[in-house]
């Protein structure tokens, strides 16, 4: 029997339908949420979006999982719209090159009824996602910080202010922020096709708008 091509094998994950990707609601965002808010899912998407395509096998050997392993989390990131399958890097039917997809991820937890499991789920991948956003910090400032060259610590920022504002004003700066983080990672993605050869840095950008009172020590 010959060999499946690999976009036979991976058709059974392919995504139902593009369109909707960045735009589920109810249950089917919280499949996404639980999809991705994995933290080895999580893992490999970033792998995959900044160091480029890879294939299975060299995704398990960088990250010291299983080849099944990896197999596995790529299906289930691939079935809901973060990565997408590269066939042309293949040099034969045996390879499964991957490569990052990325996509729009918005929700919140109060849109779930109060006590419902779908409001756990939810509730459970902002705690998630605000873990991974402390690991990467957590990161920077043990491996980064000191041994970083002073173009790149001077170029990095962390900045917080805290004052009294409207609940209009508090979304128009999050909107605000959203479309300049927004328009700047178009711009990054851009800038790659023109300069191709620009030596670049994996920037992580993270902001939070939240009421906060006094905290106490």
């Known amino acids: 029997m010959p060999r499946r091509t690999a976009s036979e094998r991976h058709a059974a994950t392919s995504p139902a339908s593009t369109d909707t990707l960045g735009s589920e609601t109810g249950n089917a965002l919280l499949d996404v949420l639980t999809a991705f808010h994995h933290p080895t899912r999580r893992w ?3 792998l995959l979006a900044v160091e480029g395509p890879a294939t299975v096998g060299q995704l398990a050997r960088r990250t010291g999982l299983a080849v099944g392993s990896v197999s596995h989390h790529l299906g289930t990131l691939h079935r809901y719209g973060f990565v997408e399958p590269a066939p042309e890097l293949a040099r034969d039917t045996r390879e499964s090159w991957w490569r990052s997809r990325p996509r729009q991820l918005s929700w919140d937890a109060t849109d779930y009824g109060e006590g419902t499991v779908a409001r756990r789920i939810a509730g459970a991948a902002e705690a998630e996602n605000f873990r991974h956003h402390v690991r990467a910090v957590q ?5 980064g910080g000191e041994s970083a060259p002073a ?3 001077h170029a990095s920022v962390a900045t917080d202010t805290l004052a009294a504002a409207t609940v209009d004003q508090m979304g128009e700066l999050s909107r ?5 983080v927004v328009e700047w990672s178009e711009e990054c ?3 790659v096709e023109v300069h191709p050869d620009a030596e670049r840095l994996p920037v992580r ?3 939070r708008v939240f009421p906060s ?5």
Not at 139 to 143: D, I, Q, S, T, V
Not at 176 to 180: H, I, P, S
Not at 213 to 217: N, R
Request: aromatic share 4%; net charge positive; hydrophobic share 45%.
């Open 205 to 207: 950008v993270s902001a």
């Open 176 to 180: 605000r922020l959203t479309a300049l």
């Open 189 to 191: 993605r851009a800038d």
């Open 139 to 143: 990161r920077w400032l043990a491996e």
């Open 213 to 217: 009172g006094p905290v106490k020590p």
């Open 151 to 153: 173009e790149v610590r």
């Open 44 to 46: 490999l998407c970033e």
